[in-house]
């Protein structure tokens, strides 16, 4: 089994990721649950706004899990991210 360094590399962000977020969690266990879903609602929002105005110019980023924790837990930056996909990689 032959392992590409960019999967490993994409491993290894998401492990630690995962260890930012449980970490966070045992700390403070009520705020940290209460900035995740409050950061995951506003996730959703801003899809939907970019599906919103993305509709008058023909654009698409498709609802989904994935991309509604993507914006939530990356806020903005995670939406512009999205769309930067969309443009650059499923263009």
């Known amino acids: ?5 960019s999967s490993v590399w994409l491993w290894g962000g998401a492990i630690v990721l995962g ?8 700390q403070q ?4 649950a209460w900035r995740i879903v ?4 506003l996730g959703c929002l801003f899809v ?6 993305g ?12 991309t509604a924790l993507t914006a939530g837990i990356l ?3 995670g939406v ?6 969309k443009l650059w990689i499923f263009a």
């Open 1 to 5: 089994m032959q392992v590409h360094i």
């Open 19 to 26: 260890v930012l977020i449980v970490s966070q969690f045992f």
């Open 29 to 32: 266990p009520g705020r940290a």
């Open 38 to 41: 409050r950061n995951v609602a």
């Open 48 to 53: 939907f706004a970019v599906d919103w105005i």
């Open 55 to 66: 509709s008058y110019l023909h654009f698409h980023v498709p609802f989904n899990p994935v």
């Open 75 to 77: 806020g903005v930056p």
């Open 80 to 85: 512009a991210a999205l769309v930067a996909m």
